[in-house]
């Protein structure tokens, strides 16, 4: 079944970083971008940054730089999104996100679960 | 505060037809491809619609977008129940290069 699959929630103190990962099934990995997005709650969807997973180039979103890390481990179908120095303000679900249409940015076609990341 | 502007809520009846708004700017939606999603409560987004007006595999022909100038709009017709949803847009933003989203729009079916 073509899916991705999130690791599960996280609590993280203030400070501290984070690590989300994304598994991917039922597709060729390489194949796609992969984009990460967070929604805070009660509020909207925001993108933290993309990553294409063949050649391992990221764009990250200005709000983020510096802050992020988006990896890739081809040989597990494994994507990884590393937040530093974290603050209440990044309590919010990420949702890793496949880029399914090539020159359609922002289309994105299948998505992870959502990882609940709590700090505080 | 969101780049894409969308309504807050929207509200018609079963059967009834409704439009969301998403307005934008020339760095935005006036250069670039619009999608559209739907979200229900708790879950993850879903695409709705691709390149302005395109559907994927298994999304009803009910849903349907177009462009003109800055601004998208997300059709639906024939209102179910089951279409009560936020629903948000989202485009590409060549300043700064990154994806925008809309703030997202709360159908409620009466």
């Known amino acids: 079944q073509v899916q991705l699959v999130q690791s599960g929630a996280e609590m993280k103190k203030p400070g501290a970083s984070m690590k989300v990962s994304c598994e991917a099934f039922g597709y060729t990995f390489s194949t796609y971008g992969l984009s990460w997005v967070r929604q805070a709650p009660g509020l909207g969807l925001e993108w933290m940054g993309r990553i294409d997973i063949y050649n391992a180039n990221t764009n990250y979103a200005q709000r983020f730089q510096g802050r992020v890390t988006l990896t890739t481990d081809t040989a597990s179908n494994t994507a990884h999104l590393h937040l530093r120095r974290l603050t209440s303000d990044d309590t919010a679900v990420y949702y890793c996100?496949?880029?399914?249409?090539?020159?359609?940015?922002?289309?994105?076609?299948?998505w992870g679960q959502g990882t609940m990341v709590t700090v505080s | 505060q969101s780049v894409l502007t969308q309504p807050p809520s929207v509200s018609a009846a079963p059967g009834q037809k409704v439009t969301i708004s998403c307005s934008g700017s020339?760095?935005?939606?006036?250069?670039?491809?619009v999608s559209w999603y739907q979200q229900l409560p708790g879950t993850a987004p879903k695409l709705l619609l691709y390149?302005?007006?395109k559907r994927p595999s298994g999304i009803p022909d009910r849903f349907s977008g177009s462009k003109s100038g800055t601004s998208a709009t997300l059709v639906i017709t024939g209102l179910q129940a089951g279409d009560e949803a936020t629903y948000s847009c989202?485009?590409?933003?060549?300043?700064?290069?990154?994806?925008?989203f809309g703030g997202g729009t709360k159908l409620t079916v009466l």
């Open positions: 989202a485009t590409w933003d060549s300043s700064p290069s990154a994806v925008v």
């Open positions: 996100a496949r880029e399914g249409y090539a020159g359609s940015e922002g289309a994105f076609d299948l």
């Open positions: 020339s760095s935005n939606i006036g250069n670039h491809y």
């Open positions: 390149d302005n007006n």
